[in-house]
Nanobody, 130 residues
Framework: EVQLVESGGGVVQAGGSLRLSCSAS????????IGWFRQAPGKEREGVSS????????YYADSVKGRFTISRDRAKNTVYLQMNSLKPEDTAVYYC???????????????????????WGQGTQVTVSS
């Protein structure tokens, strides 16, 4: 059974940091692009960042550029989202998701489309207090 498991959420004050992890059970990330999404109450699920696990191509949403860093550990089959300078508006449930295949290195328009991803984790809550 294919499963994605997120961890690392929590409560942090504005300006603080958290690191989220996404690991896989039942498959290797090598053939996938892994995305991080978030959903705040009453809002649509939005793409935060993605990484092609095999070649490392990365995309970020404008709202998190310069604050969040996505990375992967191929030996551990894990993707991380390092979140620094957190703001109250970053509060949301964060999900990792897997898309079979890679996004192009330049000009990908679908990396933040939730319908591109076929596998999802259960989500982890991130709360940033002011």
């Amino acid at each position: 059974e294919v499963q994605l498991v997120e961890s690392g959420g929590g409560v942090v004050q504005a300006g603080g940091s958290l690191r989220l992890s996404c690991s896989a059970s039942g498959f290797s990330f090598e053939d996938f692009a892994i995305g991080w999404f978030r959903q705040a109450p009453g809002k649509e699920r939005e793409g935060v960042s993605s990484i092609n696990f095999s070649d490392g191509v990365i995309y970020y949403a404008d709202s998190v550029k310069g604050r969040f860093t996505i990375s992967r550990d191929r030996a551990k089959n894990t993707v991380y989202l390092q979140m620094n300078s957190l703001k109250p508006e970053d509060t949301a449930v964060y999900y990792c998701a897997a898309n079979w295949g890679n996004f192009p290195a330049v000009g990908a328009t679908m990396w933040d489309d939730k319908y591109e991803y076929g596998y999802w984790g259960q989500g982890t809550q991130v709360t940033v207090s002011s």
